[in-house]
């Protein structure tokens, strides 16, 4: 059972687990991460500093988009083996509730994922269990459960003060 549970998996999972160490290394210990969390704090300082902060801006939002299409294609390569229209099902909301709960930090982001697919598999096994509720809630239980995680995080959650603005040099 041991075995099945840690080696029977798509090489993308173990990709997956392998990048949250990696990514923590790369913000926490290395210039480009000082450069990232400094471009989402305070693009004018790191501007001022000598950072390019729209080379910053568009290498992490091109390495977001690159994880997020691994992310998708685990769905359809690794779970599935074929290919469907709307196989995400919004779990893209999931992903971005999941950065909230996590606090901006890759092992909190990797918490918050562990339960949401706990609950997300929990609700399979639902009626195989023997708990009689009805179907519709069993499936919505993650997504409820992210909800209420999700509010109760975003209350002592510090985002980035630069999280979603524009940035024009010279502004301050």
Request: glycine content about 8%; proline content about 4%.
């Amino acid at each position: 059972m041991i075995g099945e549970i840690f080696f029977n998996h798509n090489l993308l999972v173990y990709v997956a687990f392998a990048l949250v160490p990696i990514s923590a290394y790369i913000l926490n210990k290395t210039s480009f991460g000082l450069s990232i969390r400094a471009v989402g704090q305070n693009p004018q300082a790191a501007d001022a500093m000598g950072v390019n902060v729209r080379r910053v801006r568009y290498t992490t939002v091109t390495i977001g988009g690159i994880l997020a299409s691994m992310a998708g294609a685990s769905l359809s390569i690794a779970l599935l083996d074929v290919f469907q229209q709307n196989i995400t099902g919004g779990l893209g909301f999931i992903a971005v509730a999941l950065v909230y709960f996590g606090r901006w930090r890759p092992y909190g982001v990797l918490v918050g994922a562990l339960l949401f697919s706990f609950v997300n598999a929990l609700q399979l096994q639902v009626s195989a269990i023997g708990i009689e509720i009805p179907t519709e809630f069993a499936v919505m239980a993650p997504y409820v459960i992210t909800i209420i995680a999700l509010v109760f995080a975003s209350r002592q959650t510090e985002k980035p003060d630069a999280l979603n603005k524009p940035f024009e040099r010279g502004e301050s």
